[in-house]
């Protein structure tokens, strides 16, 4: 169990009692001892990216910065993929891939395997993911909060596959909710929406600091409690428990379609599709 659930049991807003990321590598005793480690993380231009230590939005532009990568280390320890945004208002496109594989292969040892930690959201909660014909919204109907949900859910997933398929290769993944936070994240929502959030007093309570929200990241990043495991959803420094009512979930757990693990193996299969890969 969590050392992190007592913390979380009372909130009282940014600053409180519930831990930083520095905390937790202090915690972990890992201060100062992940020399020659790599870590590769996204979206550290702005928000928790920053607290976690490259906003990515195409696929050429991963590529890039892969090759980039690559060029200086073929080692990769931990990967966090952090980048995000929030209900945007028009339909846009994007792509991602998965250049630095090898790598993480390669960096993984009995002492220390390889993780792969995916920024999820709580908004997976409102949906599963579309059928495969329909992902991009081509059947239209695109509505901004459906295709955030989606997209938090896909990240879920995608960490899921990943520990199903490369656990017995030391490759380990886990997802999780950062939490509420004051990001560039929700940069298209409006003025209406953000007061609304502002002067609601439980949300505000629930609301966490920059260095609070990359808690669970770290956590899941470095934490001993993950060394050789992964495929769980996380919340609050622990692992997220089922919800008791799927129609009023709260904030720290996971709902029904939050395994699946039928459609997990279809998002894979059409994500490499999508980006010119075949699958292993």
Request: hydrophobic share 35%; with cysteine.
């Amino acid at each position: 169990m969590s050392q992190y659930i007592a913390a979380h049991a009372d909130p009282h807003g940014p600053g409180d009692a519930r831990p930083t990321a520095l905390q937790i590598t202090e915690d972990e005793d890992m201060k100062d001892k992940l020399a020659g480690k790599v870590a590769v993380i996204t979206g550290v231009s702005s928000g928790i990216g920053i607290e976690t230590v490259r906003a990515l939005g195409s696929l050429e532009g991963v590529r890039k910065a892969a090759k980039n990568i690559l060029s200086k280390t073929d080692k990769v320890n931990i990967l966090i993929n952090n980048a995000g945004i929030m209900a945007v208002p028009n339909l846009q496109y994007t792509s991602d891939g998965f250049e630095l594989h090898p790598a993480l292969l390669a960096a993984t040892s009995p002492e220390f395997q390889s993780r792969v930690v995916n920024v999820a959201s709580a908004g997976h909660q409102l949906c599963g993911i579309n059928s495969s014909d329909n992902y991009h919204f081509q059947k239209g109907g695109y509505e901004a909060w459906a295709a955030y949900s989606q997209s938090k859910t896909a990240n879920i997933y995608m960490a899921n596959e990943i520990e199903r398929r490369f656990e017995s290769r030391g490759i380990h993944a886990l997802s999780l909710n950062p939490g509420f936070i004051a990001t560039g994240l929700g940069q298209f929502l409006s003025a209406e929406q953000i007061g609304q959030l502002l002067q609601n007093k439980e949300t505000m309570k629930i609301m966490k600091s920059l260095e609070q929200g990359a808690a669970t990241t770290v956590w899941a990043a470095i934490g001993k409690e993950w060394e050789g495991r992964g495929g769980k959803y996380l919340s609050d420094c622990a692992e997220a428990k089922r919800a008791t009512d799927d129609n009023d979930p709260s904030n720290e757990v996971y709902v029904s379609h939050t395994y699946n693990s039928k459609d997990e193996a279809r998002l894979w299969k059409d994500s490499l599709e999508m980006v010119g890969f075949s699958d292993e």
